[in-house]
Structures are given as structure tokens and as C-alpha cells.
């Protein structure tokens, strides 16, 4: 009987969890999806062998280990803010299609690039990322890599928890909660993750909270004439920008050999004018 592990790195398998099962409110291996080995990762010594102890039949328990380690991070980070996993892994329909790929292509190549966007607009001020658990879980227990996930402090904008380097396998950074980067102390914080994943050639997955909008109401009501009413209205268009624009040059450079960067994260820049058309060409800063 073939082990099912090895199938699960199959990028047309849609769920992101395939053969675990919630029990008592915790991830566990399904019995029945793994009837290899009943879910154990361990086979057993045939009727009248000498052999009594069963030995270690594949990565099943290495895998599930890294899960249930990500199981504690995440109650230790939002359940004393009311978050559930299996609430928030609920409310998912299916894993996106573009992170199995992602997956899928850093498990089986040699170009290690994650893939960073923006948060939905409809997020809450501070809440765990469904995409960035979603795709880490599947990324340690589907793929058998070493996943951190980073956590950017909802206060302070610090790292709840930094990577490390020492990984026996594939490693994987994802990072949720970034948000408020015209703040220094949060984009230096960025800064150095990605430092540290470009440094080790580390996949990158990032999920980026927008700029405040700026307050075309406040600009009314003054009609932009009050000294501190058109400051407040330079504040909003600064927080406007593209997120990682406020990144320094390299660190956005050094984020884009790690992760694909979606349109919206970063500004272009104008190109001056050919000579001989006249015409300018935007390109993104680090490309040209």
C-alpha cells in the first residue's frame, strides 16, 4: 500500500488540509484518510515478526509536528483576542489557487520566490491574516517545509517572533499584520525580515495593509486654508502612497528576489522622455 504523504504536494488538490481532521477543537491526522498507517506515520511488524517496536514509515509525524507548533503560535498571538484557528480557517472556501501553484512551484524548483499582496480592504484594524495561516499550514503539513510565520506586533509594529536560521528542510517565511509602514519602527521591522529572508533565499509571503485614505471631508469643512488642516491633508496623502513605499530602495528590491511583488505594493517611477518618441515609461525602481 503506497503512502498518501507523497501525494499531497499535488498542486489539483484543492484542500488546503487534506488528511487532517479537527478533533476536540485541534488538528489531527485522519485515520481514514492515511489507512497506510491509521494516521500514526508508523508501521507496524507483520503478524509472527520478531520485531515488537514499529518503526518510523515516513514525515507524517515530523509534518504534524510543525503543524501543531503553528496551532500553539497562533494561540498564543490571537486567542486572547477572541480568534479561533478553526473559526478562521472555516470562513476560507478552499485555498487559492495561485498559493498551491506558489507552493507547488517553490517545493519542486529551484527559484524560490513567495508572493506578496495587499490585505482586503474589509480586514479589522488587527486580526490574524486567513490567507497567511491558511497558506503556512498547508505549506508545513502538505509540502514538509519549515514555516515561520511572523506576526508583526499590533502596537509596536515589532516581530512577535523572528526566524531563524539551522533549517534541516525547505524553509518558508510568511508575515501577516503589516500595516501602518509610514511608521519607522514598522517598516524597520519589515526591513530586517526581509533582510534575514534574502540573505538565507527564503520564500517570502506577505500580506500589506494600505495607507489611510486621505480625509476629503476634514479638507472641506476648511477648505484647505487652516495651517493644521493642510497639514493633516499632507499626513493622509504620505499614508496614501503604495505600502512598501515607504521601504528603503534595496529593501523593496531585495523583497522582489525573494517574492513576487502584486501590482499597488510598491511606486513606479517615470521614466524621462525618449529623445526620439517623446513619450515616458514607468518602471518598477529596482528593474531599471
Same mark, same amino acid.
Given at each position: ?5 507523497? $501525494?499531497l504536494a499535488?498542486?489539483? @488538490? %484543492?484542500a488546503?488540509? =487534506? ?6 477543537? *485541534? !488538528? ?58 478553526e473559526?478562521?480557517l ?21 527559484v524560490?520566490?513567495?508572493r ?12 490574524? $491574516?486567513?490567507?497567511?495561516w491558511? @497558506? %503556512?499550514?498547508?505549506? =508545513? ?6 514555516? *515561520? !510565520? ?34 519607522t ?12 529572508a534574502?540573505n ?17 471631508a ?18 493622509d ?7 512598501l ?16 511583488? =502584486? ?6 517611477? *517615470? ?11 514607468e ?6
Amino acid at each position: 500500500m503506497s503512502c498518501r504523504l507523497a $501525494s499531497l504536494a499535488a498542486p489539483e @488538490l %484543492a484542500a488546503p488540509l =487534506a488528511g487532517l481532521i479537527w478533533l476536540y477543537g *485541534e !488538528l489531527a491526522p485522519d485515520p481514514a484518510y492515511f489507512a497506510c498507517c491509521a494516521g500514526e506515520g508508523l508501521i507496524r511488524p507483520a503478524l509472527g515478526a520478531d520485531a515488537a517496536v514499529p518503526t518510523l514509515g515516513c514525515a507524517l509525524r515530523k509534518r504534524f509536528a510543525a503543524v501543531s507548533a503553528l496551532e500553539r503560535q497562533f494561540r498564543r498571538t490571537w486567542e486572547p483576542d477572541g480568534f479561533r484557528l478553526e473559526v478562521l480557517l472555516a470562513a476560507q472556501k478552499g485555498l487559492d489557487p495561485a498559493g498551491v501553484r506558489d507552493l507547488h512551484h517553490v517545493f519542486g524548483t529551484s527559484v524560490k520566490r513567495g508572493r506578496s499582496a495587499l490585505a482586503p480592504a474589509e480586514g479589522l484594524p488587527s486580526a490574524p $491574516s486567513p490567507a497567511m495561516w491558511q @497558506l %503556512a499550514l498547508a505549506a =508545513a503539513w502538505r509540502f514538509g517545509f519549515d514555516v *515561520e !510565520l511572523v506576526t508583526l506586533d499590533k502596537a509596536s509594529g515589532k516581530a512577535r517572533s523572528r526566524p531563524t536560521f539551522g533549517h534541516t528542510a525547505p524553509a518558508a517565511i510568511f508575515v501577516e499584520n503589516a500595516r501602518r509602514l509610514w511608521e519607522t519602527t514598522v517598516a524597520e521591522e519589515l526591513e530586517r525580515l526581509i533582510c534575514f529572508a534574502a540573505n538565507a533565499a527564503f520564500p517570502v509571503w506577505l500580506e500589506v495593509h494600505g495607507g489611510a485614505k486621505p480625509d476629503s471631508a476634514r479638507a472641506g469643512a476648511t477648505g484647505g486654508r487652516d495651517v493644521r488642516s493642510q497639514l493633516a491633508q499632507r499626513i493622509d496623502r504620505a499614508k496614501a502612497r503604495p505600502p512598501l513605499g515607504w521601504l528603503a530602495p534595496e529593501a523593496t528590491s531585495r523583497l522582489a528576489s525573494v517574492s513576487r511583488l =502584486a501590482a499597488g505594493l510598491v511606486p513606479r517611477v *517615470e521614466k524621462a522622455p525618449s529623445p526620439k518618441t517623446g513619450k515616458g515609461k514607468e518602471f518598477l525602481p529596482w528593474s531599471h
